[in-house]
């Protein structure tokens, strides 16, 4: 009985090291590569930025937005957005409408072993949002 009780609490504490490692990989400044539906993001502006305070800061060219996203294991999920109120042209304002959308869908998150790469996914696992950490 003993042995099982052991081999339980490593398991709880491997999966708590490996949520913990996970979210801290996280943090840093992150090029937003796809927004799901759009064919013209210009990478070159777009800023994905996780605070080691938690809070997000994130643009596709135009406004500057910022959020509190809630992280437990690779489980994520967005607070409120706050917004800049620019007037931006076409089509950064479709593709700053598209984020913002996917934004409110995204539930996971998929981290490559390389801590490259970054997928921000639905509740069915599908990629809404790709990252490239930033050099």
């Known amino acids: ?61 135009c406004n500057r937005m910022r959020s509190q996203p809630k992280i437990e294991g690779n489980r994520i999920k967005f607070g409120s957005v706050a917004t800049t109120r620019m007037a931006c042209q076409p089509p950064v304002d479709l593709v700053e409408s598209s984020f913002r959308a996917a934004l409110d869908l995204i539930r996971a998150f998929d981290l490559d072993i390389s801590g490259r790469r970054l997928m921000l996914l639905n509740n069915a696992g599908d990629a809404l949002v790709t990252l490239r950490k930033a050099d």
Do not use: C, P
Not at 4 to 15: H, K, M, S
Not at 24 to 42: C, F, H, M, R, Y
């Open 1 to 61: 009985m003993r042995h099982v009780r052991f081999l339980g609490l490593v398991f709880a504490i491997t999966t708590w090291a490996m949520a913990v490692a996970g979210s801290s990989g996280l943090q840093g400044k992150w090029q937003i590569e796809t927004v799901k539906g759009v064919d013209n993001l210009d990478v070159s502006r777009t800023e994905f930025v996780l605070i080691n305070n938690g809070s997000a800061s994130m643009t596709v060219g």
